[in-house]
């Protein structure tokens, strides 16, 4: 059975940072692409992160939605089965719940409907 935990979530100020980690378990991870989505209040989930397999075990390709290049980076760890969303200069429009996914060989998608597994999210609030 596949899981996705996240974890990290918080409450901080404008300018703060937070890491997010997300732990998964019952898949063959160095396969997988994994995504960072998030969603706020009324609004649709929408990308904003995936560090997606490129052909080998060390060679991963990351994209980033335009909101939040510069200030987030993801990175992998799959020694750990663990993918992390360090972000940097938050600004209170990035206040969601954020939830980590992962896809098989998936191609480096941006849509949320692509993906096959959800962690339950983490909220994530920046005041100003």
């Known amino acids: 059975q596949v899981q996705l935990v996240e974890s990290g979530g918080g409450l901080v100020q404008a300018g703060a940072s937070l890491r997010l980690s997300c732990a998964a378990s019952?898949?063959?991870?160095?396969?997988?692409?994994m995504g960072w989505f998030r969603q706020a209040p009324g609004k649709e989930r929408e990308f904003v992160v995936v560090?997606?397999?490129?052909?080998?075990?060390?060679?991963?390709?990351?994209s980033y939605a335009d909101s939040v290049k510069g200030r987030f980076t993801i990175s992998r760890d799959n020694a750990k089965n663990t993918v992390y969303l360090q972000m940097n200069s938050l600004k209170p429009e990035d206040t969601a719940v954020y939830y980590c996914?992962?896809?098989?060989?998936?191609?480096?998608?941006?849509?949320?409907?692509?993906?096959?597994?959800w962690g339950q999210g983490t909220q994530v609030t920046v005041s100003s």
């Open positions: 996914a992962a896809r098989y060989m998936g191609g480096g998608s941006v849509s949320s409907g692509d993906y096959n597994y």
């Open positions: 560090n997606s397999w490129s052909g080998s075990r060390t060679n991963y390709a990351v």
């Open positions: 019952g898949l063959s991870f160095i396969w997988y692409d």
